[in-house]
């Protein structure tokens, strides 16, 4: 039986192998972590079915996480109804979409700060460091309520505890109680998340809180700084595309839904579900026990939802991707990320229409051993 996660492979979107392999079953059996059997799910409507359906659950899954953190220190994606919905229910207003286009104008002014300083640089430029991951980090930050100039440690932190492998326990360990630690010390502080959430209806306790503020840190910067790296790499090696988003920014809203669709994102799959009561999928009966992966990276590439899967359409007449997930997991920031990626590629484009890629003496950097895709550096020429 095939050990999950697979080994790392390059590129951007679904490695040509792993899709026909989902392709080529619906449920693949796969063992994880502790030598545990599960079931990778690879169908849309299957996916969907495990990320909604209440039989399915992620809070009695007790083995442990896809990557370096434990379930302790994860407020929603690892519990079920009632824990996760008044966890989130104390944030939601934060990032609904009206709270997204009311924090447009200053996600846009970061987006140009950031590339006035960009373009003062000579010579090739390090597009994730100078621009790609600042940007959603500055943007979570200001919403928890963290000064700008402490981005770079949070960010630092944050890689040791995505980590599927990368870096060691005793970092993980480290980078854990440090973030933590730094929470701890701001609750009630500032004007952000951080200062009224200790004082909410209902409100979430200390470790709730510091927990909460560290993990919509991981999920608000890392989630979508990868997720960028993805996009920009392939709007640097597709010519027709870039020069098609530059004369027609119009056209930037669709493209960002095909790359979260066409992008290869989650590097070790989704979190473990435990099948609570008899249940079926594509068909095949399952036991109560038996452990699901819910794959929304090969939900997005599904022949039966998709026509040409794995192409890049900028024309899709309908696109019901996953890629901010389902159901009661929908991404809580889903808003947020729309506004920040439409912000980041435009700007980009509009700012510097003949952006092309810079020769890497080591190849591309993609992130490997990470619980998220993308790449850790990107070298362009602005001009």
Known sequence: MTEFPFDSRPGVALDPGQAALFRSQALVPVRIRGNHPALLVTGHADVKTVLSDPRFSRQQWHGGTMFARSPDTLALATTDPPLHTRRRRTVQAAFTHRAAETDRPWIEQIADDLLDAAGAKPGPVDLVAAYLRP???LVVARIIGVPD?????????????????????????????????????????????????????????????????????MAGGDATASHLSSCAYHLLHDDELRRTLTTKPDLIPAAVEELLRWVWFAGTGGQPHVLLADASLSGVPLRAGQVVIPLTDAANHDPAVYSDPDEFRLDRPTNPHLGFGHGRHMCLGAPHARVELRTAISALLRRFPDLRAAPDPDGPAWRDRMFLRGLWRLPVHLR
């Open 149 to 217: 100039g402490d981005v770079e440690l949070l960010s630092a932190w944050t890689d040791a505890m995505m980590s599927a492998g990368r870096f060691r326990a005793e970092e993980v360990t480290a980078a854990t109680a440090a973030m933590h630690g730094y929470f701890r010390e701001r609750l009630g502080t500032g004007d952000g998340l951080l200062a009224a959430l200790p004082a909410a209806p209902d409100p979430l306790s200390e470790q709730e809180i510091v927990v909460m503020a560290a993990g919509l840190v």
């Open 135 to 137: 940007l959603p980090y």
